[in-house]
């Protein structure tokens, strides 16, 4: 069936280290992710995409990697900031099926001082 | 340009009393879809609207329901409210829904429902 899950629920890193936010999927028709991020008391923000015909993409600071083998997908922000605090969703999408958004639970992101 | 609004923020409300939420869509954008959020169950799809037709519908009682203006703008309604539909109610807008390329949805703040 369609699930989005995510390995860890939490993560704490030290400001200006590297984070890796993972994220296993189990709906192999999916073929478009996207990681959202969510501050608190605001609605989640799109961060960054990728398609089923790739297996990375890069953006300012974060790359998604795609492992379409074992269904897993990953978030990996550079010189982590204070300001990247947040919940990160993984979500999936099969496009000319369902056509609705599939999200994971969510990890949350602390980064200390 | 404006983003997605949402009204009211915050509600609460008690056990059996009904709710409408209202969402106001980026400018332009036709397709809007709710979405539930709760610590428990994350993010759930709950339905999604364009030109006024529903196009979509998650797993979610019949309690449940919504509708479209001929602005774009939506609401959702929760009959006989549950302790369980303590949620923030998220709304996202997109230009049109995805087919085969996906349009980028963009969210609001959400409404925050309690219900005692």
């Known amino acids: 069936g369609e699930s989005v899950g995510l390995h860890l629920p939490t993560l704490s890193v030290q400001e200006g280290d590297n984070s890796i936010i993972n994220c296993a999927y189990s709906n192999s028709a999916s073929d478009y992710f996207i990681w959202y991020k969510q501050e608190s008391g605001k609605g989640p923000q799109f961060i960054i995409d990728?398609?089923?015909?790739?297996d990375k993409r890069q953006g300012q600071r974060v790359t998604v990697l795609l492992n379409k083998t074992v269904k897993h997908l990953s978030l990996q922000i550079a010189a982590t900031q204070p300001g990247d605090s947040a919940v990160y969703f993984c979500a999936e999408i099969a496009q000319g099926g369902s056509e609705k958004l599939v999200f994971g639970k969510g990890t949350k992101l602390t980064v200390n001082p | 340009k404006a983003g997605v609004t949402q009204t009211p923020r915050y509600l609460i409300k008690t056990r059996g009393q009904q709710v409408t939420l209202s969402c106001s869509p980026i400018s332009g954008h036709r397709s809007v879809s709710w979405y539930q959020q709760t610590p428990g169950q994350g993010l759930q799809f709950l339905f999604e609207?364009?030109?006024?037709?529903?196009?979509n519908k998650g797993n979610f009682p019949g309690r449940f329901s919504g509708r479209q203006f001929s602005n774009s703008r939506s609401e959702m309604n929760v009959s006989t409210l549950e302790l369980g539909d303590s949620a923030l109610y998220l709304c996202?807008?997109?230009?049109?829904?995805?087919?085969?390329?996906?349009?980028?949805?963009?969210f609001g703040p959400g409404t925050r429902l309690t219900v005692l």
């Open positions: 609207y364009f030109s006024e037709t529903q196009r």
């Open positions: 996202a807008s997109s230009l049109a829904p995805s087919g085969t390329t996906y349009n980028e949805q963009f």
């Open positions: 990728i398609r089923s015909n790739m």
